[in-house]
């Protein structure tokens, strides 16, 4: 269909809008050399850059591709994940389980991925121990923990080894039901004293804490001016569809929280990019044709990742997007039907309905950062404690009973007094 456009009204538009030379671009113009001399904090997906003003060079710090430990800790964090994936592939593919209920005629891609699943959790259960958080991973912020840590890894190598090796003798143990009252949620089972639930929390507890440590002690050696400051959280913050408001984006409220409630609100802006096509011209639809299966692909997979959250948390609040018109409902509420619309409040670290909650809501809502569900919490406790890690209670991991590993006494006490040497 044709466009008919006013001449007068489209030069009305171009006038304050459109061009170097409108009123908007002079007003934006002038702005920028009024504040010229503030300081300007650019944050992106691996780097936090501050310009200090008035032509002063910028200082770097680079957070995310150096962060210690957090392929590590994600590959643990990613087994339920994994686990709900392998059930939803073996529900849509039933007649390639190889227990003779099938035709025969599937194609059995669950059972080659469980099983290439368990040969990687077995190799990094050998490769896991106390000294491999201590001395080659060493990030600052675990240290005092390094032992807890491995004890966490290997408590879930285990308990994934069991259920992959059961699901692969017995198929139709692998569904979603059996791998939330057998692996995720809490229970009675001597072998499975702490549930994978606290696992994904204490390891999403600890890059952000971890993340949170160097950021504050970065900004708080810039001496920043907050109350002047000039923040934009640019680019791709997690997934495409994650991290596009403040309330979604974990490095946001860290930047926040830094700031010791200094930073106004309104000085930080999001500046997300996704892939876009330009506006075609002469109707000429190439461009937005190539970009189709780009936009499917993105669609479907963010789904998908969205409709394992029902699956892997029946019985905690579903995420909604609420009314538009009206403020969000964030009080976790119990009983069927209840929902949530932004990310609850944590009372205390025991608060496990809420932070199971914001598992399930960090993986439904597609705004949010998987690793956002504990990082403002994080985040906030370092800040009320000093900004001393060992100060805090990092939630599925302190106080919980993990079983010891298989490691010797000769070791422990090998790898103590290896540490009150290096002390001494």
Not at 37 to 57: E, H, I, K, N, Q
Not at 376 to 393: E, F, K, R
Request: glycine share 8%.
């Amino acid at each position: 269909m044709a466009v008919h456009e006013s001449p007068e009204l489209i030069d009305l538009f171009t006038t304050y809008t459109a061009g170097p030379d409108s009123i908007g671009a002079h007003l934006r113009e002038a702005a920028t050399r009024a504040a010229d001399g503030d300081p300007l904090l650019v944050v992106t997906g691996a780097d936090m850059a501050l310009y200090p003003g008035d032509g002063r060079p910028p200082t770097v710090l680079g957070f995310r591709l150096s962060t210690r430990g957090f392929k590590e800790l994600a590959a643990v964090s990613h087994l339920g994940p994994a686990l709900a994936s392998l059930a939803s592939l073996r529900e849509q593919d039933p007649g390639a389980d190889g227990d003779g209920d099938g035709d025969g005629t599937g194609t059995a891609v669950w059972r080659a991925d469980a099983e290439r699943l368990l040969s990687e959790v077995r190799r990094s259960r050998a490769a896991n121990s106390p000294r491999l958080w201590r001395d080659v991973i060493a990030a600052p912020a675990y240290a005092g923990r390094e032992r807890a840590i491995a004890a966490m890894v290997d408590h879930s190598c285990a308990m994934t080894e069991r259920f992959l090796l059961r699901s692969l003798d017995e198929p139709s143990y692998l569904n979603h039901r059996t791998l939330r009252e057998c692996y995720l949620e809490d229970g009675d089972d001597p072998e499975r004293p702490v549930s994978f639930n606290r696992v994904m929390v204490a390891t999403f507890f600890l890059v952000g804490m971890d993340t949170a440590h160097r950021l504050i002690s970065w900004c708080d050696s810039q001496a920043i001016d907050w109350s002047r400051t000039m923040v934009v959280i640019a680019g791709q913050q997690g997934r495409p569809t994650a991290g596009v408001t403040w309330r979604t984006s974990s490095v946001a409220a860290i930047v926040l929280a830094a700031s010791r409630g200094e930073l106004p609100l309104d000085r930080l802006y999001m500046a997300p990019h996704a892939p876009v096509f330009r506006t075609p011209v002469d109707g000429d639809l190439g461009e937005v044709a190539a970009l189709e299966p780009v936009m499917r692909a993105l669609w479907s997979g963010t789904r998908a990742t969205v409709e394992l959250g029902a699956s892997m948390f029946d019985g905690y609040p579903a995420f909604s997007p609420g009314d538009r018109d009206a403020p969000g409902d964030t009080l976790v509420r119990h009983g069927a039907g209840a929902t949530l619309t932004e990310m609850p409040a944590i009372r205390s670290p025991d608060d496990w309905f809420t932070l199971v909650s914001r598992l399930r809501l960090v993986m439904e809502d597609p705004r949010q950062l998987l690793s956002g569900a504990v990082s403002d919490y994080a985040a906030q406790q370092l800040v009320a404690h000093a900004n001393d890690p060992l100060a805090i209670t990092v939630p599925g991991l302190d106080g919980e009973p993990y079983p010891e590993p298989p490691y010797s006494r000769a070791e422990f006490e090998n790898e103590q007094h290896a540490t009150t040497g290096a002390e001494s």
